[in-house]
């Protein structure tokens, strides 16, 4: 098995999962940008079964490399910048990686495809994992489906949007073996603290101000990360080619919601004099923020026989503490990659050609 962005968030999280709870060889693709991190792999890494190649997906004769020498029967294609504040800031990244890289990876794969015997093109899945965000916002109602229109309002959305679009015509024209998951907002360990959870986490544990955007009022359904994993795997092992899932926790907040539930944990797990709330600061909105995610599911439950185990209540305890006793991990972060600025109120600068 392939794991492009394999030391990213959900990436590093499907290797620990391929590598725990089955047999196969995993092959981890990653460039190791900025949030990319080996650590994420915990243990998986150390296993024989388990190998890791930096390799950048935007490279053709990389990807072609790795298909010939791993061979794998499975591709799971996470490797994305995929943050909405650091796409406004800087969208040209996002388009080479999003964009360019999809279409790199999907090259590589159908030559890789095309070659194979009888056995191994039968067997082959191009899973590509994707965002609810390419639909754009909802209204206080109704649900994104799979056949929902395209909508993309972020230069982060436009390019997952792009990178869809290409994999369904690499299946439609070409025949090459995919599956399409869009996934609603993920949250758990190892997530990168540029994102809103651990954000708040983080700034909180630092006595910082806490930025909410606007009113705190935009709505995401929160979907722990190993509930999504499952759901990828099960999509392998039981989607119908050509097909695209939702996948999505059932559980819509605000974002106010989310923050004050990280408060309150944080006043029973890690309490201090003045509670953790007093530092909520409501900020100047994004730039192009959507109202509201929520996803429809009813077809992973049919077809993939997968639901969330987790509640947004256990598995946001879960994360909290997580990230009370794993300081290492996102101190070294910290210190170096990332400071916990905000990002997306630039424009972005022209880049030279």
């Not at 995929?82 to 279409?103: K, L, M």
């Not at 910082?208 to 606007?214: K, M, R």
């Not at 709505?219 to 190993?226: A, H, T, Y």
């Amino acid at each position: 098995m392939l794991v492009t962005g394999g030391a990213g968030f959900i990436g590093s999280a499907v290797v620990r999962h391929l590598i725990n709870h089955s047999s196969h060889r995993v092959v981890v693709v990653d460039k190791l940008t900025y949030a990319g991190n080996l650590q994420s792999l915990g243990s998986a890494l150390q296993d024989p079964r388990c190998r890791f190649e930096q390799m950048d997906i935007c490279s053709l004769a990389s990807m072609r490399q790795a298909f010939a020498m791993y061979r794998p029967e499975v591709v799971f294609h996470l490797a994305a910048e995929s943050h909405v504040d650091r796409s406004i800031d800087g969208p040209a990244e996002f388009i080479r990686t999003n964009v360019e890289g999809t279409y790199s990876l999907l090259q590589a794969a159908l030559e890789y495809w095309d070659s194979a015997k009888s056995q191994g093109r039968a067997q082959f899945r191009f899973v590509h994992v994707s965002t609810d965000e390419v639909f754009g916002s909802l209204g206080p109602a109704g649900r994104f489906t799979e056949t929902t229109p395209y909508s993309p309002r972020s230069p982060y959305s436009a390019t997952k949007a792009a990178s869809d679009h290409l994999v369904r015509a690499w299946f439609h024209t070409y025949g090459l073996p995919i599956v399409v998951t869009n996934c609603s907002n993920n949250y758990g360990p190892y997530q990168f603290p540029e994102k809103l959870i651990p954000l708040v986490i983080l700034k909180c544990l630092a006595g910082e101000s806490v930025p909410v955007y606007g009113r705190g009022e935009n709505v995401r359904d929160w979907l722990f990360v190993d509930d999504h994993v499952r759901a990828l795997a099960a999509a392998w092992q039981r989607g119908r080619i050509g097909e695209t899932y939702n996948i999505g926790g059932q559980s819509e907040r605000t974002n106010l919601q989310v923050v004050q539930a990280i408060c309150a944990l944080l006043n029973e797990l890690a309490p201090r004099p003045i509670p953790y709330e007093t530092l909520i600061t409501f900020v100047p909105d994004r730039p192009g923020h959507d109202l509201r995610y929520a996803m429809e599911t009813t077809k992973a439950a049919r077809e993939l026989d997968w639901s969330p185990r987790e509640s947004f209540d256990s598995g946001l305890r879960l994360t909290v503490r997580w990230y009370l006793e794993n300081r290492q991990w996102w101190q070294d972060i910290i210190s170096g990659k990332y400071s916990l600025e905000r990002l997306g109120i630039n424009r972005p600068a022209l880049r030279e050609e």
